[in-house]
């Protein structure tokens, strides 16, 4: 569903949670009159459960929309063995193969990207523009933080991927 | 473009534990499963002492292999989590036999959590804290081969290359040009380490490709077969361009941190922030 220039992506698990509901409400509508009578609040509630993750979807997409060229204009192109600690909170860009993909179903996909150097950890906290496959060969924008904040080896957090061939 | 993949992720062998480690070790299923235990001989009994205050030996367990989890380098973030299962667990009081049923289960759990830890997440720091504050090796070895081989190298040459290695490991690219600039003027007719001038130079050429994100050249600096006796990596063979360039700058790296290490003490502080990234470069 495209909102504007937005692409917006709403998680399966977001669908799923709308459907038990629904299913729920008109099972609990047909048998009793009491949840009947009160459609015209549960109804719009309903439809809130597919509405907030939608438009949390639109804010989180739109902003990356707008940091990518930034991150564009200033990461460097590094390789993945170069990625340390050290560059903690500095843009970066990196190339390779996808190796795996996890999470993609909750509109937090965390990806393996290898180099001829060494693979790292890339963590997205929205859904990406493009729909990236293990194999593709994709460029990576984003910040280097650590895996768990304050702890961890360092990952990238993502703000775009994209097939480069 | 010619992108291989990695290497398959290996799983670091199990580690041989000192003393204090061991008994940490011991501690996480001798707390947690001996409470249990405690817990069912005691209810068997039929004791008058409320056999739910045996579950304090998991919440004991689960905080000693939260403590193992965060010593580590690599840490795991469900072994750091366990403390806050265990009071959920616990704290709560509920009926015996559902506690005693739930303090096996968890003490079990435990045992397998650090199993999992010692296999999965690497060895932890013999001095048992995370920050670094030793050189290990290889590394240390390598800088220890770097002082028998290598020559007299100044004080101030020296801190120039403990602040090249660390602007290049800030991705501050820029600036460790201008301070490679400034150590190979420095260290100009100087010829009884050439080697270290050679990594100055690889570093600058490297700093200033990446500070324009631009690709490996054609041509490139590298070291020369009578400088392989100081470097930390072979040189690979004439045929594997790609490995030569990249080996090339993580030998360059590696002799200015040995150099670092060896000649300026001052610096040593800055140079183990940057280990683990040396470390890396090992491999």
């Known amino acids: 569903m495209k909102i504007g220039n937005v692409d917006v992506k709403v998680s399966i698990v977001a669908i799923a949670v709308f459907v038990v509901f629904t299913i729920l409400l008109l099972i609990a509508s047909v048998f009793n009159p009491d949840v009947r009578s009160n459609l015209i609040l549960l109804i719009p509630c309903l439809f809130m459960l597919l509405v907030i993750p939608t438009a949390l979807n639109y804010m989180s997409r739109s902003q990356y929309a707008e940091i990518t060229p930034v991150y564009e204009a200033e990461a460097k192109t590094v390789r993945v063995k170069l990625v340390n600690e050290n560059m903690i909170g500095k843009p970066v860009r990196i190339q390779g193969v996808l190796e795996r993909v996890y999470f993609q179903f909750l509109n937090r996909p965390q990806y393996l990207v290898a180099d001829r150097s060494g693979a790292i950890s890339v963590k997205m906290f929205t859904s990406p523009d493009e729909d990236v496959k293990v194999d593709d060969v994709v460029e990576v924008l984003g910040q280097v933080i650590r895996r768990y904040i304050i702890v961890g080896e360092p990952v990238i957090n993502c703000v775009s991927i994209r097939k480069i061939k | ?283």
């Not at chain 2, 506690?99 to 045992?111: M, P, Q, R, W």
């Not at chain 2, 600039?181 to 050439?194: C, L, Q, R, V, W």
């Not at chain 2, 200015?256 to 890396?280: M, P």
């Open chain 2, 1 to 283: 473009m010619v992108i291989q993949m990695s290497d398959e992720k290996t799983h670091p062998p199990l580690q041989k534990f000192n003393r204090p480690l061991l008994l940490l070790n011991l501690a996480v299923p001798g707390f947690s499963l001996g409470g249990a235990l405690l817990a069912i001989i005691f209810s068997r009994e039929g004791s008058l002492i409320d056999v739910r205050i045996f579950a304090i030996g998991c919440v004991i367990g689960s905080l000693i292999l939260a403590y193992l989890a965060w010593i580590r380098p690599q840490k795991d973030i469900v072994a750091l989590s366990t403390p806050i299962y265990s009071f959920l667990f616990f704290v709560a009081p509920s009926d015996v036999s559902v506690t005693i049923f739930l303090e096996l289960l968890y003490a079990v759990s435990l045992t397998i959590l650090l199993i999992r830890l010692n296999l999965r997440f690497g060895e932890a720091p013999e001095s048992g804290r995370s920050g670094e504050t030793v050189l290990k090796d290889p590394l240390k070895s390598y800088c220890e081969t770097v002082r028998g081989n290598g020559g007299e190298i100044s004080h101030e040459v020296a801190h120039f290359a403990a602040v090249v290695f660390a602007r290049f490991a800030q991705g501050e690219y820029l600036a460790a040009v201008s301070v490679a600039d400034a150590a190979t003027a420095d260290i100009e007719g100087n010829s009884t380490f050439p080697a270290l001038k050679t990594a100055f130079c690889i570093v600058r050429e490297h700093a200033i490709l990446l500070e324009e994100s631009a690709g490996q050249p054609d041509a490139f600096l590298e070291f020369s077969t009578p400088d392989a006796g100081a470097l930390a990596k072979p040189l690979p063979p004439q045929n594997k361009i790609n490995d030569r360039f990249e080996v090339s700058l993580e030998n360059a790296l590696l002799l200015l941190f040995a150099a670092a290490w060896n000649g300026s003490e001052k610096d040593r502080l800055l140079l183990l922030n940057g280990q683990s990234f040396a470390q890396k470069l090992m491999q």
